[in-house]
């Protein structure tokens, strides 16, 4: 758990109902706005700048943390699609 004073307690909580009860519309959004072609092709550039991108072996650990931050935010949003796409059949 982290301090509350650091800034970061909020990574410790969890979704209200609410959220949880507005995730299925997220998802189906998610994978509605990148079933398009240019849905598709915003994802890939996405992939291109952050999952397959190689850092070198002089990379500061800040421009890694970075980079792995970027990845997370695609990884979710690839979650957020696939999910998004169960059940259905014209996304």
């Known amino acids: 758990m982290s301090d509350p004073q650091s ?5 410790d909580e969890t979704p ?4 949880a009860q507005l995730q299925p519309q997220i998802e189906k959004s998610f994978a509605r706005c990148f079933a ?4 598709r092709r915003a ?7 952050t999952t397959e991108r190689i850092m070198g072996p002089d990379a500061s650990a800040a421009a890694l943390r970075h980079l ?5 935010l695609v990884a979710t949003i690839t979650g957020l ?3 998004g796409r169960v059940g259905t059949e014209t996304i």
């Open 7 to 11: 800034g970061w307690h909020w990574l």
């Open 16 to 19: 209200d109902a609410a959220d």
């Open 36 to 39: 398009t072609a240019d849905g």
């Open 43 to 49: 994802l890939d550039h996405l992939r291109a700048m």
């Open 68 to 72: 792995e931050g970027q990845r997370h």
């Open 81 to 83: 699609i696939a999910r």
